[in-house]
Every structure is written in structure tokens, then in C-alpha cells.
């Protein structure tokens, strides 16, 4: 079984409070991007490629392996690796007959790009659990992989709805939201800066937002600009102007909206005119080598 793994993008994100566990509450929109969402993007690659099979056969267990971008931890941390084992062991206990698939292969092909806010390892983790569940017979329930997915990072959860979402607590609170943004071209830029999640809450100051984005799919995106706001950009931007400066770029070049996604350092923009954004796509390309495009 082959998938390919999309990202996701933030539309406004609100840190609301901190949590007595050291969590911060929120509430900001998950959209999702990539080929598995019907977004179509330039240039290949961008999502991840994650297969999965299994041989029957004697020896019993899970081998992993990983190809394309390197990833920059210790494979006990890698959250594919973390998914693979929870779900097994969980499945071992409940059913207690994992020997008869033998040995499980998963190999990931890595092209989402780490410390960008795009939430990319946790969407790995997301179809590493759906996957396992359908390769082994599909035995639990959407709510019971929603608590495994939890268990492994607060929006692994979002990817296994993947489909635009209101968040809240931890980001694992889902409701869906009536968003569509295939009628717009979307711009995603990766600049070489890697934002630490860890630095980056360290720096925000909780704050009751003045938008309630649950009502973000009623106004025009033109609007966004004056309403929608990602609280981690005052923080990082002070630490890296640079990202500030592109997202300046990005408005100036005609963009309808442009904000950072997450926590960073990824930012994209939104277009109503393709060849704008197409246009905007070849100048960054010189500066950044890192930019996709998605819609036509």
C-alpha cells in the first residue's frame, strides 16, 4: 500500500492560554495541501511517499526505512517510528495475532520539509497509524485512532480527518469548517531558517484573539489581511526579519493574503490570478529553492 502524505497550512492561529500540563490552548484553522487534498502543485516533489507492506513468514516484527530528505533525529524519535510501534503494540495487546502478517516493511520517502510549520512529521505519523489499520484489517474506529494520534503530536489527529478544520485545545479539538480554496493559487515558500517549536512558544505572549476564525469561510480572503493573524510571527519575526521582509514580498507582488504557517518558517500567500503567482514563483525561485505552487 502506497500514499502520498500532505501538509497542512494555518489560516490565523491564536495562542490563547497556557495549560496547567505546560501546553498552550489555541484555536486556529487547519487547511490541508498536497496531491492527497486534490491540490496539484509545481513543481514535483513536495508531499511524502509513505509505503507500507508486510511478508508473511516466521519472523514477526517492523523494519523502517527512510529515503529523500534527511531527517534530523534519532529513528526512536522519528514519529513514523512512534506510530508504527504504538499501534502495533495496541494491536498485539487487543488481538494478539500479529505473527500471522510476518514482518511489516514501512519506507517513507521524505520530501516535507522539517521545521517549516507544515506539520509534516505528523502527518507521516497519521498515515502510518490509518494505514497499519487497514493493512491489519481495519479493526479500529476512526475515534479509537483519533487517541493513538494524540498520544503521538497534538495535530497528528488533523490528518486523519484531513479536511479544513476549526481547532482548538491543543490543537486536537476538530470541527470541519465549510473552506474552499481551489478556486485560488496558492504559493508555499521555504526559506532556509529552521524556527524550533520549543523557541517559538517560549517567546508568545497568550491572548484572547479579536477574530473568531470559525467565521473565517464567510468572509472574502481579500479581508483576511485586515482580520486573520498567526500570533508566533511577532516573535519570530523579531528573531528572523527576514521573514517578515518576504512576507512583505509576498503582498507586494499582488497577493490576496499572506501569513506564516505554524510556527514557521514556512509562509504562503494566496493568489486570485495564477500567472501573478506564477510569476512570483520564478522571481523567489533565485533567492529560495525551496517553493511550490498549487491550483492553476
Given at each position: 500500500?502506497?500514499?502520498?502524505?500532505?501538509?497542512?497550512?494555518?489560516?490565523?492561529?491564536?495562542?490563547?492560554s497556557?495549560?496547567?500540563?505546560?501546553?498552550?490552548?489555541l484555536?486556529?484553522?487547519?487547511?490541508?495541501?498536497?496531491?492527497e487534498?486534490?491540490?496539484p502543485?509545481?513543481?514535483?516533489?513536495f508531499?511524502?511517499?509513505?509505503?507500507?507492506?508486510?511478508?508473511g513468514?516466521?519472523?514477526?516484527?517492523?523494519r523502517f526505512?527512510?529515503?529523500?530528505?534527511?531527517?534530523?533525529?534519532?529513528?526512536?524519535k522519528?514519529?513514523?517510528?512512534k506510530a508504527?510501534?504504538?499501534?502495533?503494540?495496541?494491536?498485539?495487546e487487543d488481538?494478539?495475532?500479529?505473527?500471522r502478517?510476518g514482518?511489516f516493511?514501512?519506507?517513507?520517502?521524505?520530501?516535507?520539509p522539517d521545521?517549516?510549520?507544515?506539520?509534516g512529521?505528523?502527518?507521516d505519523?497519521?498515515?502510518?497509524?490509518?494505514?497499519?489499520n487497514?493493512?491489519?484489517?481495519?479493526?479500529?474506529?476512526?475515534?479509537?485512532?483519533n487517541r493513538m494520534?494524540?498520544?503521538?503530536g497534538?495535530?497528528?489527529?488533523?490528518?486523519?480527518e484531513?479536511?479544513?478544520?476549526?481547532?482548538?485545545?491543543?490543537?486536537?479539538?476538530l470541527t470541519?469548517?465549510?473552506?474552499?480554496?481551489?478556486?485560488?493559487t496558492?504559493?508555499?515558500?521555504?526559506p532556509?531558517v529552521?524556527?524550533?517549536?520549543v523557541e517559538?512558544?517560549a517567546?508568545?505572549?497568550?491572548?484572547r484573539?479579536k477574530?473568531?476564525?470559525r467565521f473565517?469561510?464567510?468572509m472574502?480572503?481579500?479581508?483576511?489581511k485586515?482580520?486573520?493573524?498567526?500570533?508566533?510571527?511577532?516573535?519570530?519575526?523579531a528573531?528572523?526579519?527576514?521573514l517578515?521582509?518576504?512576507k512583505e514580498?509576498?503582498y507586494e507582488?499582488?497577493a490576496?493574503f499572506?501569513?506564516m504557517s505554524?510556527?514557521?518558517?514556512?509562509?504562503?500567500a494566496?493568489?486570485?490570478?495564477?500567472?501573478?503567482?506564477?510569476?512570483?514563483?520564478?522571481q523567489?525561485?533565485?533567492?529560495y529553492p525551496?517553493?511550490w505552487?498549487?491550483?492553476m
Amino acid at each position: 500500500m502506497i500514499r502520498f502524505v500532505n501538509a497542512k497550512i494555518n489560516i490565523g492561529l491564536n495562542i490563547i492560554s497556557k495549560r496547567p500540563d505546560g501546553y498552550h490552548d489555541l484555536e486556529t484553522v487547519f487547511y490541508p495541501v498536497g496531491l492527497e487534498c486534490g491540490l496539484p502543485h509545481q513543481p514535483e516533489p513536495f508531499d511524502d511517499i509513505l509505503e507500507v507492506t508486510y511478508n508473511g513468514g516466521e519472523v514477526s516484527g517492523c523494519r523502517f526505512q527512510f529515503v529523500g530528505r534527511r531527517i534530523d533525529c534519532p529513528p526512536k524519535k522519528n514519529l513514523v517510528v512512534k506510530a508504527a510501534s504504538h499501534f502495533l503494540g495496541r494491536y498485539n495487546e487487543d488481538f494478539d495475532d500479529l505473527s500471522r502478517f510476518g514482518m511489516f516493511e514501512i519506507t517513507l520517502d521524505k520530501h516535507l520539509p522539517d521545521g517549516a510549520g507544515l506539520g509534516g512529521g505528523s502527518a507521516d505519523a497519521a498515515f502510518t497509524l490509518a494505514m497499519l489499520n487497514e493493512v491489519t484489517g481495519g479493526h479500529y474506529s476512526a475515534e479509537l485512532l483519533n487517541r493513538m494520534a494524540v498520544k503521538i503530536g497534538a495535530d497528528c489527529a488533523f490528518f486523519l480527518e484531513n479536511r479544513p478544520c476549526f481547532a482548538t485545545g491543543i490543537g486536537d479539538i476538530l470541527t470541519p469548517v465549510e473552506l474552499d480554496l481551489k478556486s485560488y493559487t496558492l504559493l508555499i515558500v521555504k526559506p532556509d531558517v529552521y524556527v524550533s517549536t520549543v523557541e517559538a512558544f517560549a517567546n508568545i505572549t497568550p491572548q484572547r484573539p479579536k477574530f473568531d476564525l470559525r467565521f473565517l469561510p464567510y468572509m472574502p480572503v481579500r479581508d483576511w489581511k485586515d482580520n486573520v493573524v498567526n500570533d508566533f510571527e511577532a516573535p519570530v519575526f523579531a528573531r528572523h526579519p527576514e521573514l517578515g521582509a518576504l512576507k512583505e514580498r509576498l503582498y507586494e507582488s499582488g497577493a490576496l493574503f499572506a501569513l506564516m504557517s505554524g510556527s514557521g518558517s514556512a509562509l504562503y500567500a494566496i493568489y486570485e490570478d495564477y500567472e501573478v503567482a506564477h510569476a512570483e514563483r520564478e522571481q523567489l525561485k533565485s533567492t529560495y529553492p525551496e517553493v511550490w505552487l498549487f491550483g492553476m
